[in-house]
C-alpha cells in the first residue's frame, strides 16, 4: 500500500527478520510500523538539530504521500467496489449477462438442430411407410392381374378342351362313318356275290335247259331226217348213205350241244370262282378297313389323352407364368433410429464466480526514512536489533492473513 524505496537499512532488517525466525509474508503497513520503530531507535541514539529539523521535514512529507495514498487507495476501492455501479460489479454483470447470452444461443441452437432431426426423422419415416404402402400396392395389382389373368387361362382351357372333345366327336362320328360305309361295302359285296351265283346258277339252268332241249330236237330231226330218208324209196347204197348222213348230221348237232353244255358248265365254274374271289377281296378288304378303324380309334383316344393333358399343362403353365409375376410379400423397413434429445447433451455453462468487496483500505503512519546524515549505518546496529526486536514483537500482537483481491 506505501511506495517504500530500498535502502540498506531495509535489507538489513529484512536479513534480521530472516534471523529471527519471523516470516516475511508482512504487508508494506506491517513494514512501515516497523521502520518507524526502527527510526524511533535510532532517535534514541540522539543527533544534531539539522537531522532533527531534516526528519521533521521527510515526517510531514511521508505523512503527506501516506494521505495522498489514501485517498487515491479510498478511490480505487470505490470505483471497484460502490454497490451496483463498481467495476467489479459491472464486471460480474457482464460476464453474467455474457453467459446468459451463451445459454439462450445454445438453446436457440439445440432448439432449431433438434427441430431439423425431428423432421427429418418425421420425413424419413414416411418415406419409409411410402415406399412399403407403394410395394404393397405394386403387388395388389400384380395380384390382381394375376388372378384375372389365371381367370383367362381357365376360359382359355374350358374352351380348348371343348374343342378337343368337338373334335374327337367329329373324328369318332368320321371314323363311324367309314365303318358304316365298310358295313355297307361288305354287304354290297356279299350281295352282288349272292346276286351274281344265283344269276349264274340261273344262267347254267338255262343252258342246261336249252341244250337238252336242243340235243331233243335234234334228236327228233336225226328221227325225222332218217325216216324221210327211208321214206324216199330209195334202196341199196343210196339209201344207206342218206340214212348215214342224216345220222351223222344228228351226231354233230348233238355233240354241239355237248359241248356248249360242257362250256356252259366250266363258265359256271369260272364264274362261282370269280364269285368266290371277287367276295373274298371284298372281305380282305373290309377287315383291312376295320383294322384301319380301330387303330384310327385307339390313335384318337391316344391324341385326345395327349390333347387334354397338353391342356391342362399349358393352363398350369400359364398360371405359374401369372403367379411368378406377383412380386414378394413386401416387409416394413426396420424403424429408423429415433434422434437424441439435444437438450440432453447441451453443454453446462457455469457462472461467473460471484465477487467478494475486500476490506476497506485503512490509513497507516507514513513511513519514516533516516537521514544520511545520522552516521553511518554501522553504528546504529544494535540499536536497530532493538527496534527490530520490539517491531517483532508488535506483528506477533497483530499479525493476521491479509485477504487477497478479488480483482487481480
Known sequence: MFDIEFN?????????????????????????IISTVASTGLSLLGDDGSADRERRAQKRAAKKSAKEQYRQQRELYKFDWKEETGQAWRKYA???????????????????????????????MSIRQYNYDQQMRQRNQQVAQAEQQVG???????????????????QELAIEFEQIGLDVQLRGAEESA????????TKQRQTRAKNQFQMQIASVEGLEAEGKARASGQTGRSAGKSVQAAFAKNGAQQA?????????????TLTAQQNVNTLDEAYKKIFMGNNQ??????????ANIFARANLT?????????????????????PEIPKPPNLADYAAVLQDPFEPEAPPEPRESAPAYIPSPSTGGF????????????????????????TVPNPIK
Open 194 to 201: 349272292l346276286l351274281s351265283e344265283r344269276m349264274n346258277d
Open 256 to 268: 354241239y350241244i355237248a359241248e356248249m353244255t360242257t362250256q356252259a358248265g366250266e363258265q359256271y
Open 293 to 302: 378303324l380301330d387303330a384310327s380309334r385307339a390313335s384318337l383316344k391316344r
Open 94 to 124: 457482464y460476464a453474467q449477462e455474457t453467459v446468459d447470452i451463451a445459454r439462450q444461443n445454445q438453446d436457440t441452437q439445440i432448439s432449431l438442430q433438434q427441430d431439423q432431426l425431428d423432421q427429418r426423422y418425421a420425413y424419413d
Open 152 to 170: 383367362f387361362n381357365e376360359d382359355a382351357f374350358n374352351l380348348g378342351m371343348y374343342e378337343q372333345k368337338v373334335y374327337k366327336e367329329e
Open 378 to 401: 554501522l553504528n546504529y546496529a544494535p540499536a536497530i536489533g532493538q527496534a527490530i526486536g520490539a517491531a517483532a514483537s508488535i506483528y506477533g500482537n497483530f499479525n493476521k492473513p
Open 8 to 32: 540498506p537499512k531495509e535489507s538489513f532488517l529484512k536479513q534480521e527478520l530472516a534471523v529471527s525466525g519471523i516470516t516475511n509474508n508482512i504487508d508494506p503497513a506491517t513494514i512501515g
Open 313 to 333: 399343362l399349358q393352363m398350369r403353365q400359364a398360371n405359374a407364368d401369372a403367379m411368378n409375376k406377383i412380386m414378394l410379400m413386401p416387409e416394413l423397413a
